[in-house]
DNA sequence: GCCAATGTCGTAAACGTTTCCACTGGCTGG
DNA sequence: CCAGCCAGTGGAAACGTTTACGACATTGGC
């Protein structure tokens, strides 16, 4: 069946009765005499040839392939980003190469160092911290590579960022101008990266707008739609007339805690949720969200990836890092309505 | 910065002050003499070496990856399938190659050809229609295939698939044991194979429980949220107490449409979906849906794929194509709680 | 009819590994 | 002391391509 016996390019010569060398020509249209072209196709058809690609990758040097390695596919917000790096990747004629690290840092070093194998030609990584080994590993990577996340100054990579702070406070405005007082913060863990700058952008907001903190109002817990339900209930007690989480998992989770309970949203309890996922139009209420640019943040990550592997084949030079900032847009749907008290 | 001086098993050679056969015998963990690798070892290690995995593979036949094509990234079934499937490949050492179709029957038979490329060494198929032409090139396909979905008989090629008929059949029976007489029927589009079997589920079981076919209440349309919600205001005249739906998309869909024109669910109308995605569980109330074991599907194909590599290096053969087929599994959630009137 | 220019082709090297084979030297056992 | 063995080693071939180079044939202009 389909064990080893593929064609080669030495098939091919033999039964054309040319040489590899033509053979080679031909099939890369190359110049050649006619009927050497009309008998190399021939053969090549009749044989059901394939080039073989990894011989063709070790000679120059490329794979096609690309790597993108984010903590967690069952996300939505990473799969939006699989989808619109698949996109741009599949128009340029490479693959894709999937890999999960399931958020430890462990393994998020290995596919950097692994980039050295040259299994891919460039790698798109997606940290959920950065720790002093992963701008070490950053800085002498193997290959180009794309950090979806902030980086630190001076570490030589390109970066497509959230602008998590500034979303976080088109949320806390809009529930703030929709009648709402005492909105509480429902966050994610404060030591990734996302979590903390949620946080951070919370605060700020309510400091702009003349808001207390009022601590009572705020708890941390884990991403994921149970932690969401379990952690809102344990923020009822201070009263709450607006939820406001750090993703839409937690918001989710969140306002099925709140119906369960009997409450109204948004009669009751307005919910706004981050990243606008697939959860939040899927939510009813449908959740007003924060789109923080989940399949642009993917997009541009490809296109600056692809971008340095076209400059390195061209001029080999190293320019400048470069550092694009996707601005959030607040989505607003029926969970935050103004509440019209009966 | 990264331009192409990477170590070779060369450098390593000459610094090492050997012949390169015993640096790879070296880093193969071979026997060799203890300074010899001692000294092979440090110079690896200065040097920072990383074997060229393109050139191994093209040494050995093999390039440890793995090849999943499913029609959309996007569906969280398929995300579920990925998610199993990429657990067990990288438990075995091997990488995962994606490849999305965008359901495009061409584009998956482009994906059965490019095996023949040796870009990877296996591939899980997941088609959404089955042509003559797709039997033909997976007849002759190049490495080995696993499909998951149905397959005529006597295709040569390993496949798991869904049982939907059983499981319609499911939904229904307990549509109909919790009270429900004028179950609705909210199809996918019938050419394709999870729409044409869903639907010969939904017949077959009405039939067994004696319960009339009404052509009113059947309607088909395409997969997702937003034709979910139409499609379920056109069955509306026809005064369903239950809406059985293909898909935990379209069931998502219908429950919102119903809550948008002020119907109860599951008071005035009940829900069920199928597939039994993370959109069950994240939909308020929260959907009733057959489990066609996505997850199982998907870490069985894998297993298969794994199993036939292992074969093909050991003994060469080819033996008998296995089907295993998932069992279907009914979750109820509160989508579908009995009717209690008023 | 000669020379250069052009076009076509084959030989061979290269990409970075792994591995077969042959060679060396140091042992052991007789 | 020698035959035989073994571990350790290096040379070289192989995997399937692409491509530089040189050989040869054809052409055109004079």
Redesign the pocket.
């Known amino acids: 069946m389909w064990n080893g016996g ?1 064609p ?3 098939s091919i010569a033999e039964r054309a009765g ?5 053979v ?2 031909v ?2 249209g190359q ?3 006619r009927d ?1 072209v009309e008998r190399v196709r021939r053969a090549a058809a009749e044989l059901g040839y394939v ?2 690609a990894v ?2 990758s ?3 040097g490329r794979t096609r392939q690309l790597t993108f390695a984010m903590p967690d596919i069952g996300n939505p917000v990473y799969v939006a980003m699989v989808r619109a790096i698949q996109s741009v990747t599949k128009a340029a004629g490479y693959r894709l190469l999937l890999h999960s690290t399931d958020a430890v840092a462990e393994d998020e070093l290995a596919v950097l160092r692994s980039l050295g194998d040259r299994t891919s030609d460039g790698l798109i990584l997606c940290p959920i911290r950065i720790t002093g080994a992963h701008i070490d590993a950053l800085t002498h990577a193997a290959g180009p590579v794309v950090v979806i996340g902030s980086l630190p100054d001076g570490v030589p990579v390109d970066s497509v960022r959230a602008d998590s702070v500034a979303g976080a406070a088109l949320a806390v405005a809009h529930l703030h101008e929709t009648g709402r007082r005492r909105i509480a913060f429902l966050g994610g863990p404060r030591d990734t990266v996302p979590g903390h700058n949620r946080d951070l952008g919370y605060r700020t907001a309510l400091a702009a707008r003349g808001l207390p903190y009022d601590e009572r109002l705020v708890v941390h817990t884990d991403f994921g739609i149970d932690s969401g339900s379990a952690a809102a209930e344990r923020l009822l007690p201070a009263g709450p007339d607006a939820i406001f989480c750090a993703n839409d998992q937690l918001a989710l989770g969140a306002a099925h805690a709140l119906l369960a309970r009997g409450l109204r949203v948004p009669g009751d309890v307005a919910v706004a949720g981050m990243d606008n996922s697939t959860l939040a139009q899927a939510s009813w209420p449908p959740l007003t969200s924060v789109d923080l640019g989940s399949s642009e943040r993917g997009r541009h990550a490809a296109e600056l990836l692809l971008d340095r592997l076209e400059d390195r084949a061209v001029h080999g030079a190293f320019p400048e890092p470069r550092t694009t900032t996707a601005p959030p847009r607040l989505v607003v749907r029926a969970s935050t309505a103004p509440a019209t008290d009966p």
Not at 18 to 22: E, G, K, L, N, T
């Open positions: 593929q080669t390019i030495v040319v040489s590899i060398a033509s080679s020509r099939l890369n110049g050649a005499r050497t080039p073989n011989a063709r070790l000679k120059d």
